[in-house]
């Protein structure tokens, strides 16, 4: 189990830990920042707010830190305007001990884009991690949802969420504009979807579908219930089954309580009161889970090019104890690339996996086998097994074969030493 750390990270770094809802004022704060080129003239304006949160190893179990961009970040000599088609305009933000983060645009047609976020961080720096044991500087890399048309700014003040290995860096109150003509911000505005639409799941059309397991007792949800039992869901589309799903859910969620602490929600779904709907086409399906007051709903989709399925998003609806400040919470994240098989095969994976949907809400899967699209009525493809299932099945292996070298070496060293011990007499 990972230990959950918050830092706070401001103007002035501080070395001690803070709850979440007192996070220093300074750092809630959107920052500003320009790119010129060598004339003086403003290509790059970005103001936003932006949080992290980072999963690292430790001599223990692995932390997780979480920390805002400080509003004396700096914008590095990197940053650049580009030039005509040799190189395109980059924003480099430098912070803290060594960290930091880069937006890199790029031009297609009518529109400008973050073709690539990247985001280095430095495992060395024991204010932001403590008891790391790794001293290296880390990158993690994605593609950007930030897209705007030209001569227009990009205006988000919903929080957008983006998934790295080991890193998710959430967008919020962002106005930001590229390859800027007069060196001011437009007034025309391109708006994110996350603004212009609701955050209200519509309930899909139930086609057939099943869900079955046996009883279990309910847990409290304000416990720390044990893992979750399997369920069995399905979803029946146009062409037949077109979701098949096995597995154990659990919703974690950190919240901020009304004395100003932190509160923590634990559920475990029961699939026999757990009801399930969903809707499905050629290129993408949704399941969509209801158990007690909490509503989780899974947005799977096709990568046609790859051949391959995956989860690319989940929203969650829940109710909270009534201990926290704000009873009703909603969450979700449409950027993920989680679960994924080839179409045909079917995904599994034994070990826990933990999908991050916010910095507050995170679901654990248990004993997952899951198959989208192409399923031969209710059976599942050929197994492909995740990497936490890989890599348990290989230290065994590692352990077996040095057992065996080392036998090996013991029996070589006992017939060398036997016919060294014979050498000394001869036949009489």
């Known amino acids: 189990m990972k230990q959950e750390v918050t830092r706070c990270f401001c103007a002035a770094v501080r070395k001690d830990d803070c709850v979440l809802p007192l996070l220093c004022v300074l750092a809630l704060i959107s920052s500003s920042f320009e790119v010129k080129d060598p004339s003086d003239k403003v290509c790059i304006i970005a103001d936003l707010t932006v949080a992290f949160s980072v999963e690292y190893k430790t001599s223990g179990p692995k932390e997780l830190v979480r920390f805002f961009l400080p509003q004396n970040a700096s914008v590095a000599s990197q940053s650049s305007c580009g030039k005509d088609n040799t190189s395109h305009p980059v924003l480099v933000l430098d912070f803290g001990a060594g960290h930091s983060l880069s937006l890199n645009f790029s031009e297609s047609a009518d529109k400008y884009q973050v073709e690539e976020l990247v985001f280095h961080y430095n495992l060395s720096d024991t204010t932001l991690f403590p008891n790391s044991t790794e001293g290296d500087v880390k990158t993690a890399s994605q593609k950007s949802i930030i897209k705007a048309h030209m001569g227009t700014k990009y205006r988000c003040i919903n929080s957008q969420h983006i998934n790295m290995k080991n890193v998710n860096v959430t967008f919020s109150n962002v106005t930001l504009e590229a390859y800027l003509t007069n060196g001011t911000l437009s007034v025309n505005k391109t708006e994110c979807a996350e603004d212009m639409i609701s955050t209200t799941t519509i309930a899909p059309t139930t086609p057939k579908h099943t869900t079955s397991q046996v009883p279990t007792p309910s847990p409290t949800p304000s416990s720390a219930p044990s893992n979750p039992t399997v369920g069995k869901y399905n979803v ?193």
């Open 236 to 428: 029946t589309g146009p062409n037949g089954t077109c979701i098949l799903a096995y597995m154990g859910l659990q919703l974690n969620i950190t919240y901020p309580k009304k004395d100003e602490k932190m509160g923590l929600d634990l559920l475990n779904f029961i699939p026999h009161n757990t009801t399930s709907s969903g809707i499905c086409d050629n290129t993408f399906a949704l399941l969509n889970l209801t158990f007690e007051k909490t509503r989780v709903v899974f947005h799977f989709a096709l990568n046609a090019s790859a051949e391959k399925f995956f989860l690319q998003g989940v929203s969650v609806r829940t109710t909270l104890p009534s201990e926290a400040k704000n009873p009703n919470f909603e969450a979700s994240n449409k950027s993920m690339n989680e679960l994924t098989a080839s179409v045909g095969n079917s995904y599994k994976c034994s070990s826990e996996e933990n999908l991050q949907v916010t910095d507050q809400a995170l679901i654990n899967v248990f004993n997952v086998q899951i198959q989208i699209f192409k399923i031969d009525g209710d059976k599942f493809g050929p197994v492909e097994e995740c990497q936490l299932d890989e890599n348990n099945m290989l230290i065994p292996i590692i352990v077996g074969a040095a057992l065996a070298g080392l036998v090996l070496i013991v029996l070589i060293a006992y017939l060398i030493g036997r016919k060294r011990s014979h050498a000394g007499y001869q036949t009489i």
